[in-house]
């Protein structure tokens, strides 16, 4: 299979952390892309293999066997599926929908903190600093609301929905270093519980090169 990436990217962090949990790590090619800063509002020129994976022009993006994904929630779901017998995510069932709600407030973090990173690359004269501001009341109101009704699901099993956070936890302090703690103290010290696994260790966000 192979798998388009950055080392920046959340979305493409969760993939690959699914992905070293599930020991699977031999069966990928993975394919860096590179993004200059103006990707926060320009299509850019991609690589010409890239740009025939997927439409989308995003990462990250899996060719599998005859089947092509282009979002890292239908790739965790084909990974889990396929190679994982559903043990990062539940086939069906309560367990399934109490971790699908939890990703869905994680993802709309990340989402925010990617919308966010986007309108910060925009010029001086085109950044609206009420969207940033929005994007951040997103995010900390999310990251209270994981602690209120989803930390107390998390079981001792490091799966999907608990990934996800990680991640979205761990961009924060990475991208912005804002003190999102405060809104979510106990979420923290369950971050700073699992942020030593060896899956989170070998995935830690780097810049992306530009060219
Ligand atoms: N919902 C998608 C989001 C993917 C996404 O937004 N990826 C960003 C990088 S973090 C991207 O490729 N941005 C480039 C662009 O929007 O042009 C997913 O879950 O994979």
Request: hydrophobic share 45%; net charge neutral.
């Amino acid at each position: 299979m192979r798998l388009y990436v950055t080392p920046a990217s959340p979305w493409v962090r969760r993939v690959r952390v699914t992905i070293l949990e599930l020991g699977i790590e031999n069966r990928f090619e993975f394919v860096q892309t590179k993004w200059p800063h103006s990707w926060g509002t320009q299509t850019v020129a991609v690589a010409p293999d890239f740009a025939a994976a997927t439409p989308v022009l995003r990462i990250p993006a899996l060719i599998a066997d005859g089947v092509t994904l282009t979002d890292s929630h239908s790739i965790c779901d084909y990974l889990n599926a396929e190679f994982g017998d559903y043990r990062l995510l539940a086939r069906e069932g309560t367990a399934r929908w109490q971790a699908l709600a939890a990703m869905a407030i994680a993802g709309a973090i990340i989402e925010a903190q990617i919308m966010q990173r986007a309108e910060l690359l925009r010029s001086d004269e085109e950044r609206s600093n009420d969207f940033i501001a929005k994007m951040r009341d997103r995010s900390f109101r999310c990251f209270a609301d994981l602690e209120k009704h989803h930390l107390p699901r998390f079981g001792a099993a490091f799966e999907l929905a608990q990934i996800t956070t990680a991640v979205a936890c761990s961009y924060d302090d990475w991208r912005y270093g804002r003190d999102w703690r405060s809104s979510a103290p106990k979420l923290a010290a369950w971050y700073d519980s699992v942020a030593d696994r060896p899956s989170l260790k070998a995935t830690q966000p780097a810049e992306t090169p530009q060219h």
